[in-house]
């Protein structure tokens, strides 16, 4: 099944990312990977060996019998039923940094979506704004 992917918000140290499954394309799952190539700015480096990226908020909706799975580095972070949001590090004071320093690959059934906020905490080198005289 196809899932269409939108990067909403990317600025310094913050991003947003909305996956919604196709409903036209029947039942089965499909899979969204979100890397830091996606949130990365244009003017911003990436230093690869120690990107980290943290989720701070979800937002969902999925049919109770199909869950949306967020998975990094091959092990399950979240599973998520039904409607929801949760702003972790404001409602709850933390952000789920577990592989943090992994993609995040997101699967989700037919009739679903969610939205991501993320936090990029390290790996992502901002230009030197100073002035050299």
């Known amino acids: 099944m196809p899932v269409i992917r939108t990067v909403l918000k990317k600025v310094r140290q913050q991003a947003v990312v909305k996956i919604v ?11 969204a990977n979100i890397g830091p190539l996606e949130l990365k700015l244009t003017d911003e ?22 869950p ?3 998975t ?15 702003s972790t590090s404001q409602m709850f004071g933390f952000a789920d940094t577990s592989n943090n320093s ?16 993320l936090s990029k905490t390290a790996g992502f080198i901002e230009p030197d704004q100073q002035t050299k005289k």
Not at 46 to 64: C, E, K, R, Y
């Open 21 to 31: 499954g196709d409903r036209s394309a029947g039942t089965s799952d499909g899979t």
């Open 72 to 86: 990094r580095n091959n092990s399950t972070t979240m599973i998520l039923n039904g409607n929801d949001n949760w």
């Open 45 to 66: 480096t990436l230093d690869q060996p120690n990107i980290q990226m943290n989720i701070t908020g979800i937002m969902w909706s999925a049919p109770d019998a199909f």
């Open 102 to 117: 992994a993609n995040i690959s997101v699967t989700l059934p037919a009739n679903s979506i969610i939205y991501l906020h």
């Open 68 to 70: 949306i799975v967020i």
